[in-house]
Antibody, heavy 120, light 106 residues
Framework: EVQLVQSGAELKKPGESLKISCTGSGYIFTNYWIGWVRQMPGKGLEWMGIIYPGDSDTRYSPSFQGQVTISADKSISTAYLQWSSLEASDSALYYC?????????????WGQGTLVTVSS | SYELTQPPSVSVSPGQTATITCSGDKLGEKYVCWYQQKAGQSPVAIIYQDNKRPSGIPERFSGSNSGNTATLTISGTQAMDEADYYCQAWDSRNGVFGGGTKLTVL
């Protein structure tokens, strides 16, 4: 059974750093893209970026380029999303998602989401 | 940057057909997928590559894409279909979501 299990909810202060994780199981981790999606409270889905753990090819959406870092450790089938200095506006639910390779790819499995709250 | 536009809300009576549109420049030249998100849950793909249904998705969900508009059609809408729906496409290898449409089944 394919699963994406994300790390637990986080409560952080502005200016702090954070790294959340997404661990894949039930499939060959290096053969699929992992994407990260933000959902701010009461708002829609926003695509942040994707990584191919097989070769660490990473692509960021323009709105998130330079704001976050996406990485992966294929030895433990885990992808990461990290911030160096959080802002209150980073408070949101973050989903990781699995995408098959190839044209017309789509998310076939989603993680359960990690809630990040940034507040002083 | 590329934008996808959806109506904020659509209402439908049970058993009727619901239509949700997604507009973008030359969208018909791209593959479109659709996701359903119920309250408090992770999204689920219901249509990919314009008109294909993932395993387990009921036949009442269908999709099309031509010109500047992709369309999600739900035939014989049921109360359980009440949810937010998002279209998504790829532009220059970046994923783009529409703003989402809240489907209300009255």
């Amino acid at each position: 059974e394919v699963q994406l299990v994300q790390s637990g909810a986080e409560l952080k202060k502005p200016g702090e750093s954070l790294k959340i994780s997404c661990t894949g199981s039930g499939y060959i981790f290096t053969n699929y893209w992992i994407g990260w999606v933000r959902q701010m409270p009461g708002k829609g889905l926003e695509w942040m970026g994707i990584i191919y753990p097989g070769d660490s090819d990473t692509r960021y959406s323009p709105s998130f380029q330079g704001q976050v870092t996406i990485s992966a450790d294929k030895s433990i089938s885990t992808a990461y999303l990290q911030w160096s200095s959080l802002e209150a506006s980073d408070s949101a639910l973050y989903y990781c998602a699995r995408l098959p390779s190839g044209s017309g790819s789509y998310v076939d499995y989603w993680g359960q989401g990690t809630l990040v709250t940034v507040s002083s | 940057s590329y934008e996808l536009t959806q109506p904020p809300s659509v209402s439908v009576s049970p058993g009727q057909t619901a239509t949700i549109t997604c507009s973008g420049d030359k969208l018909g030249e791209k593959y479109v997928c659709w996701y359903q998100q119920k309250a408090g849950q992770s999204p689920v793909a219901i249509i990919y590559q314009d008109n294909k249904r993932p395993s387990g998705i009921p036949e009442r969900f269908s999709g099309s894409n031509s010109g500047n508009t992709a369309t999600l059609t739900i035939s014989g809408t049921q109360a359980m279909d009440e949810a937010d729906y998002y279209c998504q496409a790829w532009d220059s290898r970046n994923g783009v979501f529409g703003g989402g449409t809240k489907l209300t089944v009255l």
